[in-house]
């Protein structure tokens, strides 16, 4: 059984940059579709980054240019650097994971896909 753990979550003031992980127990991760995810306060899950088994990556528009989705398969960790933060990127990070899929690339934004969740890490940005 897979078991997510996240951390490095915190608060920072807008502009500032966040780096946080995800550490991968029980399956190694290197061959898994990951993915990072975020919710809000009285907004829904929404996904930010996926990476795939072969190692490609994508985002969402709204972090485009800004975060970046890497794994340490060394580590088994999966990370999320988060730069030029804005207040609206305030929320509850999840990472996710499931085996690896053909369809990995192009439905990494699809929450339901994805058998394991981390309890999530805290992020705040102050304006």
């Known amino acids: 059984q897979v078991q997510l753990q996240e951390s490095g979550g915190g608060s920072v003031q807008s502009g500032g940059s966040l780096r946080i992980s995800c550490v991968v127990s029980?399956?190694?991760?290197?061959?898994?579709?990951m993915g990072w995810f975020r919710q809000a306060p009285g907004k829904e899950r929404e996904g930010v980054a996926g990476?795939?088994?072969?190692?490609?990556?994508n985002y969402a528009n709204f972090v485009k240019g800004r975060f970046t989705i890497f794994r340490d398969d060394l580590r088994n960790t999966l990370y999320l650097q988060m730069n030029s933060l804005k207040p609206e990127d305030s929320a509850t990070y999840y990472c996710?994971?499931?085996?690896?899929?053909?369809?990995?690339?192009?439905?990494?934004?699809?929450?339901?896909?994805?058998?394991?969740w981390g309890q999530g890490t805290q992020v705040t940005v102050s304006s």
């Open positions: 996710a994971s499931r085996p690896p899929a053909s369809d990995c690339y192009v439905t990494w934004g699809l929450s339901n896909w994805y058998s394991s």
């Open positions: 029980g399956l190694t991760g290197s061959s898994r579709c």
């Open positions: 990476i795939d088994h072969g190692g490609r990556t």
